[in-house]
């Protein structure tokens, strides 16, 4: 009763930030997408696939061939063969895509987050198939398809494909180990998986998990997404279903979001948490296998103090690591950034109480551009040791941003630098400046790096995680 007084409260604002048109993309009715309700039917991995193939039909009959065509619809994902149009590129990375090699070491299981595809973790999945391991890249129901997707899918619908994917790994490779990555809403998937796993409720044991910018706590302003999503059934409010809606120019990523979806990245959140909290450390078990977090000190999307406070400091002593991403310390005393994390970041540094491996990358002196690794041991107070990095801050990049830390700057679509070919389409790090309203792209999308200048040091160690004895 309480949500639903703030509800009806802040109802003319949420009307207020209504209002854009719909367009059939969020509105299509792609029905042959994976639920809980069809596991009757749906009883493994490639059941899964074969209803994916279904549902891209479908895609392909209600949503592309409704959208029109032509140079002035260059920029819709959903014209056919307009730049932003990702079905000509091979594989298809808005599928569920599997990397297989005849001697598998172990196996990897990546998941996305919410409003992407399988491609936001591709540059990882390639170096682990080139490193021997079987791949397999997850796509998440309500994604890669449409944006009405996210208006359907539920934390449930997600956690079953999960099982699938998982299942279908353990088949493929016995008794060899199989570790995931998950990624924003991907890392809260995997570690509900995992507490499964170690509660008996699930067959294959993952041996490591790495969890990048994870999504372990939101901000609490996301409860209300539950309440608008209600409201949004009622006539003459069916716009209140979205957040923000938004030009679909991204061949790999939906731009409008659904409250729905929001909806269910709260609760996950809140149940992984629950979860953890409830562990008393007195199972002859670990909770988690060993777990590797990477993420960025400045982070709009998912909450820093999460990370520390709802997981890594609840879990077993000496097990487990976290990497940050520090700001660009030569530009920091900038009057135009609203605020510094340095200071939490020197708390956490000094902490002799974290039971996990600390590792900050930031600039080696506040006058170079160079970035080292600055370790401190669980149970220590500063810094342990120093590796110096043959890394540096690109020129007029302040930090890094939750979306970047998957992307190479080689990404051909996120990257440093504009592939060779101007037809083909970027939508990495653009100097671009002119009269507002100018350009098909937000100013704001526009600003947000989408690429890690230290994607290098972040594969390393995710490659040391994986690959090696874990224990610390």
Sequence with gaps: MKGFLLALIALPLLIACGGSSLEHWHTASLNEEFTVKKLDEIHSFDDYRRLEQRLFQQLDEEVYAETATGPEFA??????GSAA????????WNRSVELAVEEPRGGVLLLHGMSDSPYSLRALAEKFHREGFQVLVLRLPGHGTAPVGLTRASVEDMSAAVRLA???LGEKLGERPVHIVGYSTGAPLAINYALDAMEGKA???PASLVLISPAIGVSPAAAMAKWKRRLS???GLGDLAWLQIEPEFDPYKYNSFATKAAEQVYRLTRIVSRRVAAWDGKSPRHLLPPTL???STVDATVSNDAVIDNLLAKLSPRRHALVLFDINRTAKASILLVSDPGPHTRRLMEDATLPFQLTLVSNTTPESKQVNARHKFPFSAGVSSVDALELAWPPRVLSLSHVALPFAPGDPLYGQYAPDDPATLFL???AI?????LLKVSSDWLLRLRYNPFYDYLEERVMVWVGADNSL
């Design 428 to 430: 990495g790090q653009m």
């Design 166 to 168: 998982i299942e279908y």
């Design 433 to 437: 400046q002119g009269e507002r309203g």
């Design 293 to 295: 977090v990477l993420k």
């Design 233 to 235: 059934l009622l006539p």
């Design 85 to 92: 149009d990702p079905r000509g590129r091979t594989p298809d």
């Design 203 to 205: 067959g294959v044991e």
């Design 75 to 80: 920029l819709v994902r959903y014209s056919s």
